[in-house]
T-cell receptor, first 108, second 114 residues
Framework: GQNIDQPTEMTATEGAIVQINCTYQ??????LFWYQQHAGEAPTFLSY????GLEEKGRFSSFLSRSKGYSYLLLKELQMKDSASYLC?????????FGAGTRLTVKP | DSGVTQTPKHLITATGQRVTLRCSPR?????VYWYQQSLDQGLQFLIQ???????AKGNILERFSAQQFPDLHSELNLSSLELGDSALYFC?????????????FGQGTRLTVV
């Protein structure tokens, strides 16, 4: 089976840094994705990790440790528009499973 | 605008009925993915087609089927509808068929089964 766990909700302050963790169990790991989804809108792709380490893309970075079944999404210099749900998803050979999402609220 | 077009935007139908959801991928994209998002189940991957062939399969019910046509548009057919099938159905497309390919989502079709 494949379990993907991430916190349900997080709150952070504008301008701060927040880290959203994701742990997973998989039988055939083939990559981990992070998506952002604003309420009522479609998900948008943020990052993809298949090798261990940190991938940086502007204010967003994603880290993966395959041996630990662990990833995190790091958001720097938070802006109000970053308030959204963040979905962790794991590609397992021919399937793709999503976590329930972390709802991030950015406060002034 | 992601460039992925889904029709219709909203659909209301009765239990036991059959519906077809349509997706036009971005120009040049060969892969189409279908997802279901409901409040209690979250976002679930249903199926992926690449250049007309099924590439990956997720938690898709037997009552559901999909296909990708030669012009690369795709249809998701949902039959013998149940109340629990009420959800937002997303289509996404990407250039390649591999797992690392960035996919772009359409705005979704909201299906309500009454």
């Amino acid at each position: 089976g494949q379990n993907i766990d991430q916190p349900t909700e997080m709150t952070a302050t504008e301008g701060a840094i927040v880290q959203i963790n994701c742990t997973y169990q998989t039988s055939g790991f083939n990559g981990l994705f992070w998506y952002q989804q604003h309420a009522g809108e479609a998900p948008t792709f943020l990052s993809y990790n298949v090798l261990d380490g940190l991938e940086e893309k502007g204010r967003f970075s994603s880290f993966l440790s395959r041996s630990k079944g662990y990833s995190y999404l790091l958001l720097k210099e938070l802006q109000m528009k970053d308030s959204a749900s963040y979905l962790c998803a794991v590609r397992d050979n021919n399937d793709m499973r999503f976590g329930a999402g972390t709802r991030l609220t950015v406060k002034p | 605008d992601s460039g992925v077009t889904q029709t219709p935007k909203h659909l209301i139908t009765a239990t036991g009925q059959r519906v077809t959801l349509r997706c036009s991928p971005r120009s040049g994209d060969l892969s189409v993915y279908w997802y279901q998002q409901s409040l209690d189940q979250g976002l679930q991957f249903l199926i992926q087609y690449y250049n007309g062939e099924e590439r990956a399969k997720g938690n898709i019910l037997e009552r559901f089927s999909a296909q990708q046509f030669p012009d690369l548009h795709s249809e998701l057919n949902l039959s013998s509808l149940e109340l629990g099938d009420s959800a937002l159905y997303f289509c996404a497309s990407s250039v390649g068929g591999g797992p690392s390919t960035e996919a772009f989502f359409g705005q979704g079709t909201r299906l309500t089964v009454v």
